[in-house]
């Protein structure tokens, strides 16, 4: 994994995962992008020592996962020193009140329905860099 992570993506679908990772550099090729898409492997990557590399600027987070829930690596990110502080974005297929009740219960600062088609993925994935990679710029 990079030094820098701007984006930690855990996600199951790795066709979806691929779909951002391309949205994303086409946004911004500086933007450093990492996934892994399995909960319990993320949460073990996420509590590695890390002193040689900073904690990810934003944690974009599916729900239904393998492993770990996304609930559940949500309470135990929430519930780390390093990590408490950092964005978590819930991006999920559901749109459930429950589940996105649960997620802001348990610390998440967002909740987005993944976009279907590749327009709609690629706006709503510029507008997240804009807001929490960019500080001070929403639109453009």
Not at 9 to 16: F, I, K, L, R, W
Not at 41 to 68: C, E, S, T, W
Not at 92 to 117: C, F, I, R, W
Not at 121 to 130: F, G, I, R, S
């Amino acid at each position: 994994m990079d030094a820098k992570v701007d984006i930690f993506y855990v996600e199951d679908n790795e066709d979806y995962v691929n779909f951002v990772g391309r949205v994303v550099k086409k946004l911004d090729n500086n933007i450093s992008y990492q996934y892994i898409t399995d909960g319990k492997a993320a949460f073990d990557y996420l509590v590695q020592p890390h002193d040689d590399r900073p904690p990810a600027k934003l944690i974009l987070l599916d729900l239904n996962l393998p492993g770990m829930s996304g609930i559940d690596l949500l309470c135990k990110i929430r519930s780390m020193p390093s990590l408490k502080d950092t964005p978590v974005v819930i991006f999920s297929t559901s749109d459930d009140p429950e589940d996105v009740k649960k997620s802001y219960e348990n610390g998440a600062n967002a909740y987005l329905v993944k976009p279907s088609g590749l327009l709609s993925l690629t706006e709503t994935m510029k507008q997240l860099v804009n807001f929490w990679l960019i500080p001070g710029k929403l639109s453009n």
